[in-house]
Nanobody, 127 residues
Framework: QLQLVESGGALVQPGGSLRLSCAAV????????IAWFRQAPGKEREGVSC???????YYTDSVKGRFTISRDDAKDTVYLQMNSLKPEDTAVYYCGAGRLFRQCELGTASDDIYGYWGQGTQVTVSS
């Protein structure tokens, strides 16, 4: 059974950088789109970025130019490099693995698209 494990969250000052990792355990990420979502207290889960099987990348407008998603299928790991962090980036960040051959979709965290989720990693941007 495929499981996802996120890591890399931390407390960082505004303007700082973090790199999040999403590692697959018990399976691999072949033929799956992988997305990062985030959820702040009292808010709905929001799509942040997604990388397709062919490494096409997608970003929500608020992170374009600051975040970069990448994947290393040899390591079954997806990364989210986050630069120029802002307080509004504070949230729990989750990675989701798409069901086989599904396309990237940031508008929804529906189980129809993302069949597997990690436990989340906390990112706090504060001075």
């Amino acid at each position: 059974q495929l499981q996802l494990v996120e890591s890399g969250g931390a407390l960082v000052q505004p303007g700082g950088s973090l790199r999040l990792s999403c590692a697959a355990v018990g399976g691999n990420l072949d033929n799956r789109a992988i997305a990062w979502f985030r959820q702040a207290p009292g808010k709905e889960r929001e799509g942040v970025s997604c990388i397709s099987r062919s490494e096409i990348t997608y970003y929500t407008d608020s992170v374009k130019g600051r975040f970069t998603i990448s994947r290393d299928d040899a390591k079954d790991t997806v990364y989210l490099q986050m630069n120029s962090l802002k307080p509004e980036d504070t949230a729990v960040y989750y990675c989701g693995a798409g069901r086989l051959f599904r396309q990237c979709e940031l508008g929804t965290a529906s189980d129809d698209i993302y069949g597997y989720w990690g436990q989340g990693t906390q990112v706090t941007v504060s001075s």
